[in-house]
């Protein structure tokens, strides 16, 4: 508790700074190019610090295994730069995979084995800090510690992010969960930071439904006093449930009324679902930008959300990893492309294959080089695949030398049950258009629960939102079983092995969130035991 305190001390003495410095675009535009010109040092400079001299953590059984000491290091990075030395380094067997990093299994590589905890990866520079937490889907959540300077690097890059889409001087709406989910708090802290903290702060999650410590709760009311206190007006958050967007949508429409158009960040199935409440109501919401975060945007998700006149960008961020990149405003290539954030990251991809027969995906490894990052991350996968690519695409972001691009960004780690796999399969596109199409309703409507049943059986609920009426149950199943069988003959295989056990069932309820908020395709419900 003492300590507690005296980490509050210190956090708001940090936070009288923090928001004593304003983040303009144009500082943010100077930052990312004095970054990306000591792109090299700052990324050798934190391995040799965290890594090589303090000893601790799995990578240096690893790099020792692929007999890279730091001279080695620093000549192949000064010689030929970062992605092809952790391309390099990959080959070697220097990367930790999700189940690693999430600790479900050990480090394995040849006769090399090494055992680690979630807090060896922990970044050894960071001692204070407001503590927050993922969501696991199979595994218990990470915490990490959020660094106040951390997130106003991120703020200048935000800022920058807001003059690339138009977005300055637009009030703001913020929808994200309170801590111990990171994402709220650290945009509310970017946006006091940018001299636009949010007119309101809506939660999607109840502090009571995902009860977290007290002191996670004495947190956020923390930061909000602390920060009115030093002057900014920072709303306290606001819980609408699922069935309560009417709120938020009377509330964008009361900002709309004074002619600046709006900013909301919230998920993309937030967004969507705002969208679809004001296409209820008959409003249109032009001027309306949503900075969606948390769940892939999908391009069902973004037609929603274009279909009532608003428009929506990715912003792409883990709790472990920070942000990772923030939408494109040139020529995209898909609705979810995304500038990496090359002057504190670097990503790679590697072919790796999923669990249960999924088949091979472009896995996403990255690496952090901000000395404040909550993790020390070197080749570390998330989770997700997509495509990575580099080109010109004409806008702001583009134009400060950030040429690689992420798009189609999907997660096989939340695509995979505990005994079963939708990597492979359309799960995503059968969820948010093919049901809806052919039994109404929208993208946000329907969803797949994993549940563990009698005896350890694990069973395959539909869920069908009440929202959509009348519908034939049993249509829902056939479509579901037949759309999953298209594909590989694992994907056939499967289908008719759950049609013979009759493992799919209809449910009419309403999609469930996780912990931290998002709303998933497939939602594996925790089984008490263990
Ligand atoms: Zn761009």
């Not at 970054?35 to 001299?53: E, I, M, P, T």
């Not at 510690?145 to 703020?155: D, H």
């Not at 049950?417 to 039994?439: A, S």
Request: one cysteine or more; aromatic letters at 6%.
């Amino acid at each position: 508790m003492f300590r507690q305190m005296t980490t509050y001390g210190r956090f708001a003495f940090g936070l009288r700074r923090f928001l004593g410095e304003p983040a303009t675009a144009e500082r943010g535009r100077a930052l990312i190019q004095q970054r990306l010109r000591d792109r090299n040092s700052d990324f050798l400079a934190l391995v040799k610090g965290a890594v090589y001299s303090s000893g601790r953590g799995p990578y240096v059984p690893l790099l020792r295994m692929a007999g890279c000491e730091y001279a080695d290091l620093e000549r192949m990075v000064r010689s030929h730069g970062i992605e092809p030395t952790l391309e390099r380094l990959r080959a070697e067997g220097v990367y930790i995979t999700i189940d690693e990093f999430k600790c479900r299994y050990p480090i394995v590589r040849g006769t090399t084995t090494v055992e680690c905890t979630p807090n060896d990866f922990d970044n050894p520079f960071l001692t204070a800090g407001l503590q927050a937490s993922s969501s696991g889907s199979r595994s218990p959540g990470t915490v990490t510690t959020l660094s106040l300077e951390r997130v106003g690097y991120v703020a200048f890059c935000q800022a920058v992010a807001y003059s690339a889409h138009g977005l300055l001087g637009r009030p703001v709406l913020l929808w994200m969960p309170t801590l111990p989910s990171a994402a709220g708090m650290v945009l509310l802290l970017e946006l006091s930071k940018m001299g636009v903290p949010p007119v309101r702060w809506f939660s999607p999650v109840a502090s009571s439904a995902i009860r977290p410590a007290l002191s996670k709760r004495l947190a956020t009311l923390y930061v909000v006093y602390a920060g009115r206190l030093l002057g900014a007006s920072i709303p306290a958050p606001e819980y609408v449930g699922g069935d309560q967007v009417h709120v938020v949508l009377a509330s964008l429409r009361q900002i709309l009324e004074a002619g600046h158009g709006c900013v909301v960040h919230c998920s993309p199935s937030s967004a969507a679902r705002l969208a679809h409440e004001a296409r209820t109501e008959g409003v249109t919401l032009t001027d309306v930008t949503f900075v969606t975060g948390g769940e892939p945007l999908t391009p069902a998700k973004a037609a929603e959300i274009g279909a009532v006149g608003a428009h929506a960008v990715g912003l792409y961020a883990s709790t472990e990893v920070g942000t990772i990149g923030f939408g494109c405003a040139g020529s995209a290539t898909a609705c979810d492309d995304i500038h990496v954030l090359e002057s504190s990251h670097a990503v790679i991809q590697y072919e790796r294959s999923t669990p249960f027969g999924g088949g091979p995906v472009q896995s996403l490894l990255f690496t952090s080089f901000h000395d404040r990052a909550a993790k020390i991350l070197l080749n570390v996968e998330s989770g997700d695949y997509g495509v990575l690519e580099s080109r010109e695409c004409g806008c702001e972001f583009g134009s400060l030398g950030l040429k690689r691009h992420l798009h189609s960004i999907r997660s096989f780690d939340k695509l995979t049950g505990e005994g079963m796999t939708f990597v492979g399969t359309d799960l995503v596109r059968i969820i948010e258009e093919v049901l809806p199409q052919q039994f109404g309703g929208t993208s946000i409507d329907y969803q797949m629960v994993e549940t563990e049943g009698v005896g350890g059986r694990t069973r395959l609920d539909v869920l069908v939102s009440p929202d959509v009426g009348t519908v034939d149950e049993d249509a829902v199943v056939r479509q579901v079983l037949q759309q999953l069988a298209r594909g590989s003959d694992t994907n056939r295989m499967m289908a008719e092995m759950w049609r013979e056990k009759n493992v799919l069932r209809v449910k009419r309820e309403r999609p469930h969130l996780t912990a931290g908020g998002k709303l998933l395709p497939l939602h594996i419900m925790k089984t008490t035991r263990g």
